[in-house]
């Protein structure tokens, strides 16, 4: 059963965001490829962070989240919120960005954004799963194409584990 499940998910092609954070004074990032929108009415989303992550440990205190919506060209992006640890690197010492709602950064190469007010954090397996309400974010030109899992599979996580 398992060998099955794990073949048709490899087939899949989910798009790759970055969620970044701010709590105390301090900010985080990650590629994350396990999310979806989750209700209508009222509109909430649902991102699913590792607990291994350095991002785990910020968003578990922050307020708000924001999720940015990567493109195709976005591969360099991808590898390093996802193939680096904010353990061991200051991820937005190499990227631009700047402080949005909450603090949390937003990454000035993705015009696709939104941030979130966290209205629940629960254990999802080997994640844990926030519940966002959208408060404020921009969509950018609507002919980019999302950078998908496939494309970014080849990436090493950058988290102990």
């Known amino acids: ?7 048709i998910v490899q087939r899949l092609e989910y798009p790759m965001f970055v969620v970044t954070a701010a709590a105390d004074g ?3 990032g990650c590629l994350v ?3 979806t929108q989750c209700s209508l009415a009222p509109a909430h989303f649902l991102v699913c962070i ?6 785990h440990r910020v968003a578990r205190r922050a307020t708000l989240l924001a999720v ?3 493109s195709s060209t976005d591969a360099d992006l991808a590898e390093l919120f996802g193939g680096k640890t904010g353990d061991r690197l ?3 010492e190499l990227c631009e960005w700047q402080p949005g709602p909450g603090g949390a950064p937003i990454l000035a190469r993705c015009s696709d954004w939104f941030a979130g007010r ?7 397996g080997d994640h844990d799963a926030f519940v966002l309400e959208p408060v404020a974010g921009d969509a950018g030109d609507e002919g980019t194409r999302a950078l998908t899992s496939l494309e970014a599979a080849s990436i090493s996580p ?4």
């Open 1 to 7: 059963m398992a060998s099955s499940f794990e073949a």
């Open 90 to 92: 200051d991820k937005f």
């Open 33 to 35: 490829g396990f999310t």
């Open 26 to 28: 301090e900010v985080a």
């Open 68 to 70: 940015h919506r990567l």
């Open 50 to 55: 590792s607990r291994l992550n350095h991002t």
């Open 118 to 124: 966290v209205l629940e954090r629960f254990e999802a």
């Open 158 to 161: 950058g988290h102990p584990g």
